[in-house]
């Protein structure tokens, strides 16, 4: 089967051959249909990285396993650098609770259906020992995954992923997250705990740091040591810390939601000032209102630039009236210039910057957008804003 979701099984019913779908016994509650595919995301404390080889996810009544994608691009979500960028008080022991922050991995196909159980199988490098995490999925939990919230700025959106924190001694920590809120569940044990899956010569590759994880690890000892910390004996208070940007995202715990997933211990709100009403000051033959509402197509470009923006910079957005007509217009207007595709985007951001006039060093660190994009997009705001 590998990485494909197991095809559902025919069988005999009442002497006839009888198709059935592949939720038919499935205990799990009804499905959303908005509900977007779950996603498996790993995070470590920055100085004690970890080799993850796969996870993936097991339903045992709809008879499916679904994996996700590598997560060898870990070491730059978790380096000090990168959290550092989000959270300026992280101090390199504890995990940093951030979806910039945080490897989320994709399904290879996937499903939007809930498993069971979710497992990783991951190698800690400071000691080279195996382990294998197992997340069994309580009726609590799906509950909570399968009700429909609200961003705050009113668009749905579902707690979609789990969120895992790999320690050095094999322990993990679970959340789900998702809304813009990371539920704490608690602290797993190992499932399994092999001393080394390592040969002797894998062994001696790891010690002289000739694979990326163990030259990661050796790179992270060193600015650990350049920062005036040691790593061992390993200081578990720090470890244990968990940092966030409060503010910017809620954090809870299962006992917070009842038993149907809703949430009865609610924090309370800071009262944020009314947003500015766009005044359209940069772009002058901007219509207000367009004639009729118009939606981007969700297999358009213009749609998946705007995603990426809900996702990454919902504050620049969220103020914008008619949102997907002034995307489209505004994307015309670059391809009428002839600008390629890296240009139009970079277009398209001066054109919202200009209208809302959101703070151009926040959306650099939020989009992570290069020195010459950065003064791409400079260049267009002074031209539209002249």
Known sequence: MNNMIRQCKRVLLLLTLVSLPCAAFSKVPEVPKDKPKWRIGVTTPSFYNVDVEKAYAINEDEDWTSYVFSYSQLPNKNSLKNIHTWISNYDGFGIAL???????????????????????????????????????????????????KEWSWGRPCYVNDFMFGLLPNGHAKVWLSGCDTFIYIGELKPFKDIKTKLN????????????VSSSVFINRQKQANELGESLFPIPWDKVHKVYWQEGDIDVYSLDDYNAQGDLINPRPKPITPKPKSITYRCWQNKPPVPNSQFKLESSSPQFTFLQLLWEYSPHLVNPVDNLDSTINDAWKEAKQQGLDEDHTQAWVLGRLVGLTDYPLDKLYKELKVSEQGQALIKQYVDQMCQ
């Open 98 to 148: 951030d979806t910039l922050t945080i490897l989320s991995s994709v399904q290879m196909g996937g499903t939007n259906h809930l498993p069971d159980s979710v497992y990783i199988h991951w190698t800690s490098m400071h000691d080279l020992k195996f382990y294998v995490t197992k997340f069994n999925l309580s009726p609590q939990i799906k509950n909570i995954m399968l009700k429909k």
């Open 200 to 211: 002797l010569q894998d062994k001696k590759l790891y010690a002289e740091g000739k694979t």
